[in-house]
């Protein structure tokens, strides 16, 4: 069971790569007939890298008339999606051929495109010739080919994703909605920087439209003074020399005009450590970059502008002692002047930020270098909010050190959403516990902590017997019910401090982290209370299902330390004894 999870997800990762490819492929298909329509391309030079593309495309593709809807072409991938010919379909309108004869939205597609340049449906029956259909999703749209205007359908085989199950999906698509509704531009590139996909607010910032952007190297927007500083930086990222990395950049817009923005750049990697892909997190701060600068060249009267600006500013002198806030600073900690100067506004940063703050201000100081740094300060309410400060240092007017000026920005909302990311990919949807993923991330860690301390733990592998029994017989949601009841029994036995997680299907893991009694008394203990529980639920009037749990439990001893998959294995063993001991009694087999 453990390797069929293993599968899944595996299939998951290989699935997210092709929409990867093919994005990028498809976007370049609407390059190539850009670019000959706008003659950046011979004739011959375009028609040969469109039909290239067009018949290696593994998606299928539909050419039709924009004018009468008969089909003018179509692509080998269609054919053999549909298990037609290609006699079957030319020349004949594509609403009333075999394929599309079931789906109404082929003839809205052909109608919209009159006034808009793409339109997209998902989940649509395909007929095929022998009767039955398949789930596709189709991207059409409006492309002018040698001078005539035609109609693209791109139509994408979608079973394997279907089959895959809903549940899959569901933190995929609250994604969608967090990546579209940012307040923040948002651009996901894969290791090689190129961009898959960006948000519409991306698109404000930088004046392209996401076709523009698909399939082109993120340094291509960036100005050129920033530009390999930030490829450095993207390089480190992939090495695994940084976790992610934030800068203040600058960007060139589609009409020349540069924008700065805030970048803040992750990387998501698979299960093996492998970049998958990357989020570039970019906050236009031109109006703040500008105000600021407009400070800083304009000396006397630099102070009554910070005073204005709406982002808090602090100044310190040579000896790093701190002698101006600006209001916005004071609006923001709820403190008087005469409280925050020299170090005594510290008192308002997190203790767990103090000392990484002060270090990276002292080291900076030292050799009269910019920083940036990222900590929690306390408002005036009593909250503590996520701020990057900016500090650049500053001169006299006879050019001598004379301290530092520190912008901050509140990054509270981004904090928020890589924390809203971070649990989508480590919690199971349906029952809210973690899932496979995050389960074995926090268990190698109190593996780790238990070889250091000497200190053991229990670990109970679990299966829920005749799920798939309930589910075939019962329908899915009583399933999903049996398996909500399983999670809850687990929280209402163990402590918050146990780690508890759902390994995928029908299988649940807990690791006891304190030991408080006899390992085989505790053992027992925890099995007596999961008949209980079960027994007191199976009790309850009007219920359709008996709820069975199978269990096995494993002491890990530090003295004799192991692998986290072989400790599983064991405890996984154990259960199936106990699982197989029970099948046995219920057949009234010795």
Same mark, same amino acid.
């Given at each position: 069971?453990?390797?069929?999870?293993?599968?899944?997800?595996?299939?998951?990762?290989?699935? !997210?790569?092709?929409?990867?490819?093919?994005?990028?492929?498809?976007?370049?298909?609407?390059? /190539?007939?850009?670019?000959?329509?706008?003659?950046?391309?011979?004739?011959?030079?375009?028609?040969?890298?469109?039909?290239?593309?067009?018949?290696?495309?593994?998606?299928?593709?539909?050419?039709?008339?924009?004018?009468?809807?008969? !089909?003018?072409?179509?692509?080998?991938?269609?054919?053999?999606?549909?298990?037609?010919?290609?006699?079957?379909?030319?020349?004949?309108?594509?609403?009333?051929?075999?394929?599309?004869?079931?789906?109404?939205?082929?003839?809205?597609?052909?109608?919209? +495109?009159?006034?808009?340049?793409?339109?997209?449906?998902?989940?649509? $029956?395909?007929?095929?010739?022998?009767?039955?259909?398949?789930?596709?999703?189709?991207?059409?749209?409006?492309?002018?080919?040698?001078?005539?205007?035609?109609?693209?359908?791109?139509?994408?085989?979608?079973?394997? =994703?279907?089959?895959?199950?809903?549940?899959?999906?569901?933190?995929?698509?609250?994604?969608?909605?967090?990546?579209?509704?940012?307040?923040?531009?948002?651009?996901?590139?894969?290791?090689?920087?190129?961009?898959?996909?960006?948000?519409?607010?991306?698109?404000?910032?930088?004046?392209?439209?996401?076709?523009?952007?698909?399939?082109?190297?993120?340094?291509?927007?960036?100005?050129?003074?920033?530009?390999?500083?930030?490829?450095?930086?993207?390089?480190? +990222?992939?090495?695994?020399?940084?976790?992610?990395?934030?800068?203040?950049?600058?960007? =060139?817009?589609?009409?020349?005009?540069?924008?700065?923005?805030?970048?803040?750049?992750?990387?998501?990697?698979?299960?093996?450590?492998? $970049?998958?892909?990357?989020?570039?997190?970019?906050?236009?701060?031109?109006?703040?970059?500008?105000?600021?600068?407009?400070?800083?060249?304009?000396?006397?009267?630099?102070?009554?502008?910070?005073?204005?600006?709406?982002?808090?500013?602090?100044?310190?002198?040579?000896?790093?002692?701190?002698?101006?806030?600006?209001?916005?600073?004071?609006?923001?900690?709820?403190?008087?002047?005469?409280?925050?100067? #020299?170090?005594?506004?510290?008192?308002?940063?997190?203790?767990?930020?103090?000392?990484?703050?002060?270090?990276?201000?002292?080291?900076?100081?030292?050799?009269?270098?910019?920083?940036?740094?990222?900590?929690?300060?306390?408002?005036? =309410?009593?909250?503590?909010?996520?701020?990057?400060?900016? #500090?650049?240092?500053?001169?006299?007017?006879?050019?001598?050190?004379?301290?530092?000026?520190?912008?901050?920005?509140?990054?509270?909302?981004?904090?928020?959403?890589?924390?809203?990311?971070?649990?989508?990919?480590?919690?199971?949807?349906?029952?809210?516990?973690?899932?496979?993923?995050?389960?074995?991330?926090?268990?190698?860690?109190?593996?780790?902590?238990?070889?250091?301390?000497?200190?053991?733990?229990?670990?109970?592998?679990?299966?829920?017997?005749?799920?798939?029994?309930?589910?075939?017989?019962?329908?899915?949601?009583?399933?999903?019910?049996?398996?909500?009841?399983?999670?809850?029994?687990?929280?209402?036995?163990?402590?918050?401090?146990? !780690?508890?997680?759902?390994?995928?299907?029908?299988?649940?893991?807990?690791?006891?982290?304190?030991?408080?009694?006899?390992?085989?008394?505790?053992?027992? /203990?925890?099995?007596?209370?999961?008949?209980?529980?079960?027994?007191?639920?199976?009790?309850?009037?009007?219920?359709?299902?008996?709820?069975?749990?199978?269990?096995?439990?494993?002491?890990?001893?530090?003295?004799?330390?192991?692998?986290?998959?072989?400790?599983?294995?064991?405890?996984?063993?154990?259960?199936?004894?106990?699982?197989?001991?029970?099948?046995?009694?219920?057949?009234?087999?010795?």
């Amino acid at each position: 069971k453990e390797g069929c999870v293993e599968n899944r997800e595996k299939t998951r990762e290989q699935l !997210i790569a092709e929409v990867k490819t093919l994005r990028s492929r498809f976007a370049e298909l609407e390059r /190539a007939a850009d670019n000959y329509a706008r003659g950046h391309t011979t004739p011959s030079e375009s028609g040969q890298r469109y039909r290239q593309l067009f018949e290696s495309f593994r998606d299928g593709i539909v050419l039709v008339e924009a004018g009468t809807g008969h !089909i003018m072409d179509v692509n080998p991938s269609f054919l053999a999606m549909a298990g037609c010919t290609r006699d079957e379909l030319m020349g004949r309108k594509v609403w009333q051929t075999d394929p599309f004869r079931n789906i109404d939205a082929i003839q809205v597609i052909f109608k919209e +495109l009159k006034n808009q340049d793409s339109i997209y449906y998902d989940d649509l $029956p395909l007929d095929m010739k022998n009767g039955s259909h398949i789930p596709v999703e189709i991207m059409a749209s409006a492309l002018t080919i040698e001078g005539k205007k035609i109609l693209q359908y791109a139509v994408r085989d979608i079973s394997k =994703r279907k089959a895959m199950g809903d549940e899959l999906w569901k933190p995929e698509s609250r994604f969608r909605v967090l990546f579209q509704k940012a307040a923040i531009g948002i651009a996901i590139v894969d290791a090689t920087g190129n961009i898959i996909e960006c948000n519409p607010e991306l698109e404000k910032m930088l004046g392209f439209n996401e076709k523009e952007m698909t399939g082109r190297n993120f340094a291509a927007f960036t100005h050129e003074d920033d530009r390999q500083s930030d490829i450095a930086r993207f390089e480190e +990222l992939l090495t695994q020399k940084r976790d992610k990395y934030q800068m203040a950049i600058r960007c =060139r817009r589609k009409d020349g005009t540069v924008v700065w923005g805030l970048l803040v750049v992750s990387i998501i990697r698979n299960s093996s450590g492998k $970049p998958l892909y990357a989020f570039r997190q970019n906050e236009d701060i031109t109006d703040r970059k500008q105000a600021e600068e407009t400070v800083i060249k304009s000396r006397e009267f630099y102070l009554a502008l910070i005073d204005e600006l709406p982002n808090p500013i602090r100044r310190s002198d040579a000896d790093a002692q701190s002698d101006y806030f600006n209001k916005a600073w004071l609006e923001f900690t709820g403190r008087s002047i005469s409280q925050e100067l #020299g170090d005594a506004w510290i008192e308002g940063v997190h203790t767990e930020d103090r000392d990484r703050l002060i270090k990276t201000q002292t080291d900076s100081f030292e050799h009269r270098a910019p920083y940036e740094v990222e900590y929690r300060l306390r408002n005036r =309410r009593g909250e503590y909010r996520w701020m990057v400060e900016y #500090g650049r240092p500053i001169k006299d007017i006879d050019g001598s050190f004379s301290g530092y000026i520190s912008s901050c920005y509140d990054v509270q909302d981004r904090k928020t959403f890589e924390e809203t990311l971070h649990s989508l990919s480590t919690t199971d949807d349906l029952t809210g516990l973690l899932n496979r993923r995050g389960f074995f991330s926090l268990a190698q860690q109190q593996l780790k902590m238990a070889n250091r301390t000497k200190i053991g733990f229990l670990l109970l592998y679990m299966d829920l017997d005749g799920l798939k029994k309930i589910n075939d017989t019962l329908g899915h949601p009583e399933g999903d019910q049996a398996l909500v009841e399983t999670a809850s029994i687990l929280r209402e036995i163990f402590r918050e401090s146990d !780690i508890i997680g759902r390994l995928g299907g029908d299988e649940f893991a807990v690791l006891a982290l304190e030991r408080t009694r006899d390992v085989e008394e505790e053992e027992q /203990a925890i099995l007596k209370r999961i008949q209980e529980s079960v027994e007191a639920r199976n009790a309850q009037p009007g219920r359709r299902f008996t709820l069975s749990l199978s269990a096995g439990i494993n002491t890990y001893d530090p003295e004799r330390p192991c692998s986290l998959d072989e400790f599983i294995s064991r405890a996984d063993s154990i259960m199936y004894k106990e699982k197989k001991s029970k099948y046995r009694t219920q057949k009234g087999e010795p």
